[in-house]
């Protein structure tokens, strides 16, 4: 065992939390945060049967309109847990029309047009469509799942330091409304307290990265735009215009009608947000719109800041790390959020596996090594359309995305340097095209539409709860019971015959890359562990889930 180190989150406290230890409440996991990365931890771990805490030091979920939009893979997320359909129907009707563009102001016309419409079909690849909630809403809807599954989430609640050894955490939590104070001891302690991470530093876990790129002033206010957004569900709209503060900023809608959020930028060098009063930021807004005269309600006005800061590594020892703790990054694209959902999917499963024993500690190297990747991919994505998008001069340049299918970014990534039997002369890459996906382990499960009564579903249905053995061979049953039994660990057999599969018509097995007697090993989270064309084998399924468990 390793000597307990104790941090204090900002100021080191040696003693504090390490004298609570023998009167500590226990929980699994302890989550600090309850904004979306949080928030969907407890709700994943709670669908595996474990219970955690969230605490988060403000009085509720967030308030702000941001982090709109989710993309199919988070919404099958959000299938497995049960909140799909809440959080399609607390966003935009994707059936209406909504643009992105870039230009001048919300009222001239635009320099470039980037997207039109989300109303996209992605049948071929997922059972799912895109829904275009805001944080705001999403967060309450996930939280009261969260709930339903176990999740104790304190509000006004701070943590104020912790010890961490081998065998557990130990936290000191402080009521910001009575002043008391408590400990808890852990199992592991999730790090999702945002881009101001003090868990991060706490750990001794360092950053890289593009660091800070530019500071803002963000506004929310009230106008009359009806006849501005016409029949627009909605509207993004990234602004270069010389007239502006900074030359830069954007505007966009919320979920309430009339109101709206404006951010522009502003040179920390020369000034400070306490330089701006709110007949400035109305003077602002008025130019953003493009209408001088524009009767303006200003709502609030607050200081925030772009930047582009990953995470050295995501885990240290029982400390994780999860959503803009691990990785900062601009919101141009849209992905902040829908990354920081995915973190608390993949999080969600292991954690639950290595708790119950099914799985050893080192499966958390996996989510270091699979996040950290898709992490630093999506950030430099957003980091580049930043340059290109409110960068004053930067629509006159190529899309440096122009040659990226979009189909990549939402399914493509891979997860072959994590928890899977990556297969010999596997080149390792981080894209496949969803197009071309043959079922390698690393990749996600390929889609089938599969008989249901009268109608059809999807294969990915089939996922999401454990690990799936999908084969056409019965032979399977016996064999991944016998292992399933000697490990201790549940697996799911799913036979499909020729008849049960609809599409694709010649052979679902070809798609998967096993043989009419080979078998595909799925992980809750939909991804391929393992595969293999030979008949049932009993000692190599055996042998790949080891591998993959860390056993």
């Not at 029309?97 to 690849?125: K, N």
């Not at 006159?396 to 990556?422: E, I």
């Amino acid at each position: 065992m390793t000597t307990p180190t104790s941090t204090s989150i900002p100021t080191p406290t040696t003693g504090s939390a390490a004298s609570a230890q023998s009167h500590a409440s226990q929980t699994p996991v302890l989550i600090v945060g309850a904004g979306l990365a949080g928030l969907s931890t407890a709700m994943f771990l709670g669908l595996h049967g474990i219970r955690s805490v969230v605490v988060e030091r403000h009085r509720r979920t967030s308030t702000q309109p941001k982090a709109r939009g989710q993309v199919p893979t988070v919404m099958e997320a959000f299938r497995i847990a049960g909140v799909e359909e809440d959080v399609a129907d607390a966003g935009f009707d994707t059936a209406k029309p909504m643009e992105i563009v870039i230009g001048p102001s919300v009222m001239d016309q635009p320099y470039q047009t980037l997207v039109q419409s989300f109303d996209f079909d992605f049948a071929a690849f997922s059972p799912v469509r895109m829904a275009m909630a805001s944080q705001e809403a999403v967060e309450p809807i996930v939280m009261r799942r969260a709930r339903e599954l176990g999740a104790e989430v304190l509000f006004s609640t701070e943590l104020a330091g912790f010890t961490a050894d081998d065998d557990h955490v130990v936290a000191e939590l402080t009521d910001l409304v009575t002043g008391e104070r408590r400990a808890v001891r852990a199992d592991y302690l999730v790090g999702a307290d945002g881009w101001r991470t003090g868990i991060r530093h706490a750990a001794g876990i360092g950053t890289h990265g593009h660091g800070s790129l530019s500071s803002w002033v963000g506004t929310v206010f009230r106008a009359d735009l009806g006849g501005v957004l016409n029949d627009r569900e909605m509207l993004l709209v990234y602004l270069q215009n010389p007239k502006l503060h900074g030359g830069t900023g954007a505007f966009t809608v919320t979920d309430e009608p009339g109101r709206y959020v404006l951010s522009f930028a502003f040179d920390p060098e020369h000034e400070s947000f306490a330089d701006f009063t709110a007949e400035d930021c109305v003077e602002q807004i008025r130019t953003a719109v493009g209408d001088p005269g524009l009767p303006v309600e200003l709502l609030e006005f607050a200081e925030t800041e772009f930047a582009h800061r990953l995470a050295d590594r995501f885990v240290a020892g029982r400390v994780v790390l999860a959503g803009d703790a691990a990785h900062v990054m601009p919101p141009t694209g849209g992905q902040g959020g829908n990354t920081a959902v995915l973190d608390g999917f993949d999080l969600g499963w292991k954690l639950a596996m290595i708790i119950k024993g099914q799985a050893g500690p080192g499966l958390l190297d996996s989510y270091d090594a699979e996040r950290r990747r898709y992490g630093e991919w999506i950030a430099e994505y957003q980091y580049q359309n930043l340059l290109h998008r409110m960068t004053p001069g930067g629509a006159d340049q190529r899309d440096p995305h122009a040659d990226l299918d979009p189909l990549d970014l939402m399914f493509g990534a891979r997860v072959v340097d994590g928890a899977v039997c990556a297969e010999p002369g596997d080149d390792h890459g981080f894209i496949e095209s969803p197009t071309a996906a043959g079922g390698r382990p690393g990749s996600r499960a390929p889609e089938l539409r599969l008989r249901a009564g009268t109608g059809t579903r999807s294969v990915l249905d089939l996922f999401g709860r454990g690990f799936v053995v999908l084969t056409a061979d019965p032979a399977w049953l016996t064999a991944t019971a016998t292992v399933a039994d000697c490990l201790g660990v549940p697996v799911d057999v799913q036979v499909l015959g020729e008849d049960d599969v609809v599409e694709p018509s010649d052979g679902w097995t070809d798609r998967y890359g096993i043989g009419p007697r080979g078998a595909s090993l799925v992980r809750p989270d939909r991804f391929v562990a393992w595969r293999t064309a030979d008949p049932a084998d009993p000692a190599a399924l055996e042998a790949a889930l080891r591998t993959i468990l860390r056993r």
